[in-house]
């Protein structure tokens, strides 16, 4: 699908706005540039909940680099898909450091942009990971935070066939039988619980890089890291809401970023204080690298100080609502 140059002008390409862009604002601080490069009634689905407003976007992105003035920011992919002729959804791994230049988490940002202007972005955040840099302990960081809950077209039902219409609107068909095999994998080891089949879909040598900045080796750890993910929540699904495909030799090759929401009933193990028995819903995205059609790299990030928030809500022991939760 050809890509006209009003979708990222005046960028080379997707790619180079999304850097561009993304530093713009972030990192020299241009605060106000996101009135040009967000629509008024943008919409932001994150892991406290959904906002509806440019203007939020503005106040939350000020709270943020206030309280981390130290924060340093670096792509660490672009996987960009287009979305008709003057639209594209972008995939964004942003690797974050500090004042050391070390790596305490990552970010990854989906976002959807019409004729170069934001219109829908789903983000999650590696919060767990920064809070146990700074020595923080999650429950009480969670304490702290609200989860407002989803509204618009993340509580309506996953796209009946997310091969050709994801939440984003309707994909090109690229890359199907890689594409499938991912989806396979999703259905079968993650909810269908299959964890043999982990050998099926992935290389011996896999890498998993996920929540708390862990990164996990080999088929057997990335089993016992979905268990530890799954025993709280033991009856939960994972759907599928989007896709995005992108082959470039500078990234290794084909990279397929899924967005998913986990939703699950807190009734098994107690990893987040007292069972509540109520459903959760987790938003997430996964980056998969393929290689002669077998998974190789897989970056999977949730927020887990926003379960822990969320989990808090249920149990009516959470915090008044906040003004913003960009």
């Known amino acids: 699908m050809s ?32 009135r040009e490069n967000y629509e008024p009634d943008s919409i932001v689905h994150g892991s406290y909940g959904t906002s509806t407003t440019r203007q939020e976007v503005i106040e939350g992105c000020l709270m943020r680099i206030s309280a ?10 672009v996987i960009w898909e287009a979305r008709g002729n003057d639209a594209f959804l972008s995939s964004h791994l942003v690797i974050s450091g ?5 790596v305490v988490g990552n970010t990854i940002a989906n976002c959807l942009y019409r004729r170069g202007r934001m219109v829908e972005e789903w983000v999650v955040r590696d919060e767990l990971a920064h809070a146990l840099h700074h020595g923080l302990d999650p429950d009480e960081v969670a304490r702290t935070k609200t989860f407002r809950g989803y509204t618009g077209s993340f509580t309506e039902p996953a796209p009946a066939d997310v091969i050709a219409v994801g939440d984003s609107g309707p994909r090109p068909d690229d890359y199907r039988k890689e594409v499938e095999g991912v989806l396979g994998m999703i259905q079968q080891v993650w909810n269908d619980r299959d964890l043999k089949k982990v050998d099926e879909f992935f290389v011996r040598d896999l890498t998993l890089h996920t929540v708390g900045n862990d990164l996990i080796i080999r088929p057997e750890g990335y089993r016992r890291q979905l268990l530890r993910f799954l025993d709280a929540f033991p009856g939960g699904q994972f759907e599928v809401r989007d896709i995005q495909t992108h082959n470039d030799p500078n990234y290794a090759g084909l990279r397929i970023a899924v967005t998913w929401k986990f939703t699950g009933d807190y009734n098994g193990q107690a990893r987040y204080g007292a069972l509540t028995g109520k459903p959760v819903d987790i938003l997430g995205i996964s980056q998969f690298l393929v290689q002669n059609g077998r998974i190789v790299r897989e970056i999977k990030l949730w927020d887990d100080i926003a379960v822990r928030t969320q989990i808090n809500a249920n149990r009516g022991d959470g915090p008044a609502p906040a003004a913003n939760i960009y």
């Open 3 to 34: 890509l006209d140059p009003v979708a990222y002008q005046p960028y080379n390409d997707p790619d180079d706005f999304i850097r561009e862009v993304t530093d713009y604002i972030w990192v020299d601080r241009q605060i106000g540039f996101i």
């Open 68 to 77: 981390a003035p130290n924060h340093i920011g670096q792509a660490g992919d």
């Open 98 to 102: 500090e004042e050391d230049f070390k």
